[in-house]
């Protein structure tokens, strides 16, 4: 149980918007300089980690949730309406400076992944965040990997072991269903793809 908890927390899935953008920019050719790589990582870790912790701190505070789990639908249904806008600026603001296109669009495939996550609330299922996570970095490491004609296949290997874990994790919880772990999981895969198919045609 003590395992489980601490991969929980370890690879909380506010961290997994940050991790992707550090592939991103250490794995990938250089096209920008170490400057302008600190400042982007800056503001997706104050974004994405910093300001929704602020957040959830605020809606605890008002009562609107119950603690930082969001172990219920309802509890769930405003913080991830904020972060879909919120992936969704970000995408927005990278493709405004224009130096980080395929990233930028990394972030709307999360917006997108997000948005069917809220839809499925309405059918009582609660999509596991932290798969939905570590199928998007997959997912975006995927398409690194076709776009820069790069062979990530030892790092795919290790995320996808890092994905059982979560998933064993999750479940060993008591935190989903089966379903909601392998859901996750697509979501975040598979709205990378789109994405991309999305970039590729601009």
Do not use: C
């Not at 953008?21 to 910093?50: A, D, G, M, R, W």
């Not at 969704?88 to 130096?99: H, N, S, T, V």
């Not at 290790?158 to 059982?164: K, N, V, Y």
């Amino acid at each position: 149980m003590f395992i489980y908890k601490l991969v929980s927390y370890l690879l909380h899935p506010l961290l997994f918007s940050f991790f992707g953008s550090f592939l991103y920019l250490y794995l990938t050719p250089k096209h920008i300089i170490k400057q302008q790589e600190y400042i982007i990582l800056l503001i997706v870790f104050v974004s994405t980690y910093i300001v929704p912790i602020l957040l959830l701190a605020l809606l605890k505070r008002v009562n609107m949730i119950q603690d930082y789990h969001l172990r219920t639908i309802d509890e769930r249904k405003f913080p991830i309406l904020f972060f879909i806008m919120l992936s969704f600026l970000l995408g927005r603001a990278m493709l405004g400076i224009q130096i980080a296109d395929l990233l930028a669009f990394s972030f709307f495939g999360v917006a997108f992944a997000l948005s069917f996550t809220y839809l499925f609330f309405n059918i009582n299922i609660k999509t596991s965040l932290h798969m939905l996570g570590i199928g998007g970095i997959i997912g975006f490491v995927m398409v690194m990997s076709y776009e820069y004609r790069l062979n990530f296949t030892s790092l795919l290997s290790g995320l996808f072991l890092l994905a059982g874990l979560i998933g064993v994790s999750r479940l060993g919880l008591n935190a989903h269903r089966p379903k909601e772990i392998y859901l996750g999981f697509l979501l975040g895969m598979v709205s990378q793809f789109l994405s991309f198919q999305v970039y590729q045609n601009i």
